[in-house]
């Protein structure tokens, strides 16, 4: 992996990047404060489960996927058509480069060119590093949802975040 983020670029993310994305999903789910997910699914379930539009993934200048961002829809209800929720995740040592960040912002140049108004997610409150970054980024939390569900034997909340875009009216 290279050493800065200046040689990183945001490009669409495909079945070229999966293993990679994958791989970084599951590092992810390891550490224990990313998601409630236990394994990472397969291809076809990651890319059926996600707008192909609104998926990138951060590369270095070799081709190696530093991280990637995705969304999917939160309803097929007609009122909904314009809220997504995302996931972002960084492999473990690309972390503090601003990869986070740039992947953010390509999601959200592409929502909103797409007439997209609200992006989303669940964090875990222990996931201070990835709060922190949404907050850059315009999110807002919403509220926390107290023991939403087990993870591991034990219950978790998670913060609601969510970003409206002041683009869109």
């Known amino acids: 992996m290279s050493n800065g983020a200046s040689s990183t670029v945001i490009v669409p993310l495909t079945a070229e990047h999966a293993e990679q994305v994958l791989a970084i999903y599951q590092a992810g789910i390891d550490e224990g404060n990313a998601t409630f997910e236990t394994v990472a699914p397969d291809w076809e379930a990651f890319d059926a489960a996600k707008v192909a539009e609104h998926r990138f993934a951060a590369v270095d200048e070799d081709g190696t996927v530093l991280g990637w961002v995705a969304a999917s829809r939160v309803s097929d209800r ?17 972390r503090g480069r601003g ?34 970054v949404h907050e850059r980024a315009g999110f ?6 107290q023991r939403v569900g087990r993870h591991h034997g034990r219950w978790r909340d998670v913060v609601l975040v969510e970003r409206r875009s002041s683009v869109i009216d």
């Open 140 to 145: 807002r939390v919403v509220g926390t949802r």
């Open 99 to 132: 990869v986070a960040s740039a992947l953010l912002k390509a999601l959200i140049e592409s929502t909103e060119a797409a007439g997209i108004w609200t992006v989303q997610s669940g964090i875990f409150p222990e996931n201070t590093a990835s709060l922190a």
């Open 78 to 94: 007609c009122a909904y058509a314009g809220v997504v929720e995302h996931s972002v995740y960084v492999h473990p040592a690309a």
